[in-house]
C-alpha cells in the first residue's frame, strides 16, 4: 500500500511538471491564438460487451482458469457504469474514464479443480492529458487506478476421488503509469474515429498493462454524436505470497457503443 502511495504522489508529481512546462511553451508560443483557450467538453456514456481470458490466483489456492464470453458475463453482471469525460482545447485534452463492473462467473475444469465460482468487482479509473502534436495525432500521459475485490470457490480434486472445499477473498488495489498516444478526428467532421493506444505498469503496479481502441461512427449534429469499435485492456498483476497472494491476468476485450454529448 504504502509502495503504491509513492508511485501515484511521485508520477502524478512529475505528470504535473511536465504539463506545466508544456502549458508554459504553448502559451509564448501561441499569445497571439485565443482559440487556444477556448474549452469544449464530451461526456462520453458507452456499453462494452466483453469476453474475459486469463488467470486469477487468491493465497494457496490453485489458479482458476477465466474464459467468459459476452453471454456468460451479462447473464451474471449485477452492476455495470463505464463512462469517458473529456475538457480539451486546441493543444491540450484532459481526459477522465470510469468502468465498474460487478459480476460471476463459474471456474472452468482442470487438472485440480472440479468445479468453482468466481465473483468480482472491477473498478478501473484513468486520468489522463494529451497533448495535440499536429491536427490529427496526440500525445501524453495517464495513470489508471485498478481495484478488484475477488472471491473464489472451488472444489478441488483429492486422491481417491474426493473433492475439498476451499474459498479465498481478497481486495488489491494498485496504480500503472500509462504513456498514451492518440490518433482522432477533427471537432467538425461528420465522420468521426479515433485509434488509440497505451502502454504502462512497468512493476510500479501491473508488470505490464496495455489497451488498445478502435472507433467509427457519425457526428448527427453539434450535440450529439454516436460511434462503434472494439476495445482491448490487459493486466498482469500479481503481489504478495502465501496467504496473501493476489494475481490477475487477465484480457478484457469485445465491441463498444459509445454516445458522445458535446458542449
Do not use: C, H
Amino acid at each position: 500500500m504504502i509502495r503504491n502511495l509513492f508511485s501515484i504522489v511521485w508520477f502524478f508529481g512529475m505528470l504535473t511538471l511536465l504539463f506545466t512546462g508544456f502549458a508554459a511553451k504553448a502559451q509564448n508560443l501561441g499569445a497571439d491564438e485565443p482559440s487556444t483557450r477556448v474549452w469544449s467538453f464530451l461526456i462520453e456514456p458507452y456499453m462494452m460487451f466483453p469476453n474475459m481470458n486469463g488467470t486469477i490466483g487468491l493465497g494457496n489456492l490453485p489458479d482458476a482458469e477465466v474464459d467468459a464470453s459476452p453471454g456468460d458475463i451479462f447473464s451474471n453482471l449485477k452492476m455495470g457504469i463505464m463512462a469517458n469525460f473529456e475538457a480539451s482545447n486546441v493543444k491540450w485534452t484532459i481526459g477522465s474514464d470510469l468502468i465498474y463492473m460487478s459480476l460471476g462467473q463459474d471456474v472452468n475444469p482442470g487438472i485440480l479443480i472440479e468445479s468453482g465460482e468466481i465473483r468480482a468487482k472491477q473498478l478501473g479509473w484513468e486520468l489522463y492529458g494529451l497533448y495535440r502534436l499536429n491536427p490529427w495525432l496526440s500525445m501524453g500521459l495517464g495513470g489508471m487506478v485498478n481495484s478488484i475485490n475477488s472471491e473464489l470457490k472451488i472444489k478441488r480434486k483429492e486422491i481417491g476421488g474426493e473433492t475439498t472445499l476451499l474459498a479465498a477473498s481478497k481486495t488489491q488495489t494498485w496504480f500503472d503509469p500509462m504513456i498514451v498516444a492518440r490518433i482522432k478526428s477533427q471537432p467538425e467532421q461528420k465522420f468521426a474515429y479515433q485509434l488509440r493506444g497505451e502502454i504502462g505498469g512497468f512493476g510500479i503496479g501491473s508488470d505490464l498493462a496495455w489497451q488498445i481502441q478502435a472507433y467509427a461512427g457519425y457526428r448527427f449534429s453539434p450535440l450529439f454524436e454516436m460511434t462503434g469499435g472494439y476495445r482491448i485492456i490487459s493486466l498482469d498483476y500479481e503481489n504478495g505470497r502465501g496467504t496473501d497472494r493476489f494475481m490477475y491476468d487477465v484480457d478484457t476485450s469485445g465491441p463498444v457503443i459509445r454516445f458522445g454529448f458535446n458542449f
